[in-house]
C-alpha cells in the first residue's frame, strides 16, 4: 500500500450551463470555446498539479463528478473503481459516448513550469516516487468537461443521448475491463458510436492526427523462467547452465519477428530485463526474462505467445533438461491491453467533422503506433460498437519547428519533461470533439 504526502483539494471552479450566458449555433464554435478557455485552463492546471495513480484516482473522480453535475448531467460515480459515467437524454437520437482517462504516472516531473506537480508517494520499496501526468490525461479530462459544457450550451442543435466517461486505471489497462464488467452498456444507454482522444507528442497544437483501422497496438508482458542445474562456475560441464539458454533464447526469440511472422504483419518481442545469479562464480539454478510483446493482428499475438513457448522448451530439451526443469512462460492476462481498431466509417465521419471545424490544413492523416491503450475494448464488447481515437496535437508551434529544423528529439509521452502547450490544444481538443460528437447525433446511425 502507498502512502500519499500530499492533500487532493477540491477547488470551486465548476463548470455550469448557466454560467456562460452565451448562446450560439455550431457555427459559433469557436467563439463559445474561446469564451470557456479561461475556465478551462484553471481545471486543468488543478487537474495537473493533483495527479492520482492508477487505481487511487479518488479526488480526480470527485471533480469530474461535480463537474458534470454542476453541467446538468446524472451522474454515477465509483463506477468500474474510480469510473465516472455522466448521462443527458436530450430527445430522440442515436446514443453518443465520448471517453477519457484520468489517472497519472509514477514519475517526478522536471519540465520546470511554474505549475508542475509536486506530488509525491511512497510505493512498495518505501522509496519516494513521484506522480505526474506525463501523458496527457489532464489534457483528456478537460477537453472532455470541455466539450460537455459545449454540448449542454447547445442542446438546440443536436438530439439523442450524450454519455460522458471518466475512465480510471488506463496506464494499467485495467480500468476500461472494470468498467465494462461492472455493466457500462447494459446499467446505461448501449453506445451506438464512441469516441476518444489522445494528446501527441510528436503533432504540434493546433493539429490533429486521424488513423483509420489499427491504431494501437496489442500489448502482453510476458515472464520466461528459464531453469537449469547451478553449481561451481569452475565446473560447468556438470551444470546446465540457465544463463546460457538465456542467451541463446533472447536471439532465438528475435527470429519470431524476422522468421515466423509475415513480415507484412507488424510486430515486436522486447526481452527488456534479464535477471539471473549472484556472484562471479556459480552458476545459478534459474533465470527470469521480461518480455513485452506487440502487434495489431489478434492472430498475430497469438502467434508470438505460441512461438516464445515452442522456442523456450525447444532451447531446454536441446540442453538435456529433463520434464521438471521446462520453462515457465506466464502471461500477465490481467495487463493485456487489445489493439485499438478505429473503425473506418466512423473514422471518417469524425475526421470530415474535424476538418469542417478546424480546417482540412489541419488534419492530418498519421500511422499506426506500437503504443497501447485499453479504449480498443470499448469496441470488442458482444455489441461492437463502433469506435474511433484521434490523436490531438500538444507541441507548442514553435518548439515543433525548431525540432524540425534542429533534428533534436521532441520529449515524449512519459517523459518527464512532457508539457503540452496547454491553451492551444485544449482550445483545438474541444472544438473537435464537440464538432464531431454533434454531426454524430446529427447522422443517426442505420
Known sequence: MTCLRVAYPLLALVFSASSLSFTASASDLDLSVSKALPKLEQLYLHLHQYPELSYQEKATSQRMAQELKQLGFEVTSNFGGYGVVGIVKNGKGPVVMIRADIDGLPIIEQTGKEYASTVTTLNADNSTVGIMHGCGHDIHMTSL????????????DWQGTLMIVAQPAEEVGGGAKAMLKQGLFSQFPTPDSIIGLHVSAS??????????GYALANVDSVDITIKGKGGHGAYPHVTIDPVVLAARTVLALQT??????????PNVVTVGAIHGGSKHNIISDEVKLQLTLRSYNPKVREQQIAAIKRITTGIAISAGLPDDLMPVVYVHDDETIPSTYNDPTLAAKVKASIEAELGSDNVLVVPPVMAG????????TAEKRPITLFWLGGVEPSQYQASVESGDTLPSLHSSQFAPDYSLTIRTGVRAMTKSAMDLFNQPAQ
Open 203 to 212: 503533432i504540434p497544437a493546433g493539429k490533429v492526427g486521424t488513423v483509420s
Open 373 to 380: 491503450e485499453d479504449f480498443g475494448l470499448y469496441g470488442l
Open 256 to 265: 519470431i519477428v524476422s522468421r515466423e511472422v509475415s513480415p507484412l504483419e
Open 145 to 156: 468537461i470541455g466539450t460537455a459544457q459545449q454540448l449542454m450550451l447547445h442542446k438546440a
